[in-house]
């Protein structure tokens, strides 16, 4: 497993192959816990998964189409999503206590830092009013979900965080309802033609992430 420190406070980890979602998981609210005490750094890990069904704090199961791979509960928001070779996971365990507490600045943040290295990959994205995650246009000029967000936050450190279709298999999604969206297709870089592997894409976060620490800036003096 390669680690690179950027910037020497936050663990920056790449995890080659496939990691197990139920073990990511546990080892990922492990470390959230070590970076609420002050025990450990913040953490930024890409890696990938197996074929699995995560089911968000939302999740309704008449969105559970074809369970043809493990449905696991995720603990974060949202609904059903896929994870599985060929999608970027970034799992991201950052401390608003120390930089902002605002859970509506994180996940806006997170989005523009995905946007910005698909821009650098020659995929134009962008938000989409009403709903979270990142979204393009296909080949037929319709509006199609590449990145998916789902975020939680426990004592302020943030858990979970987002995945981007590089080159999965797109009909591992037919099993769900993808976020609830019915009407919405989903779609790959190498779906648009912008075939690229982890290590591209990694540099593209790698490059961009930077400015994403530095967006962090809302601070919300609420409790949570």
Known sequence: MSRVTIPDDIEWRVSPGL?????????????AAAVATGDAREL?????????????????PSE?????????????????????????????VLDLNRRGRDVRCFVHAVEGWVIAALARIGIDSFRAPGRIGIWTHDATGGEAKIGAIGI??????????FSVNLSPNLADFGGIVPCG????????????????????FDAALAFTADAFLQSLSCVDENEA
């Open 19 to 31: 990691t197990d979602y139920a073990a990511a998981l546990a080892e990922m609210e492990a470390r």
């Open 44 to 60: 930024i890990w890409l890696l990938e998964h197996p074929p699995v069904y995560t089911a968000g704090t939302s999740a309704d």
């Open 64 to 92: 559970l189409v074809d369970p043809r791979f493990p449905v696991v509960p995720a603990g974060r928001g949202g609904r059903y999503t896929y994870h599985g070779p060929g999608q970027r996971v970034g799992y991201l």
């Open 152 to 161: 939680r936050v426990r004592r302020w450190v943030t858990l979970h965080g």
């Open 181 to 200: 969206l019915a009407d919405f297709a989903v779609t790959s870089a190498q779906a648009l033609g912008k075939t690229t592997d982890r290590a591209t």
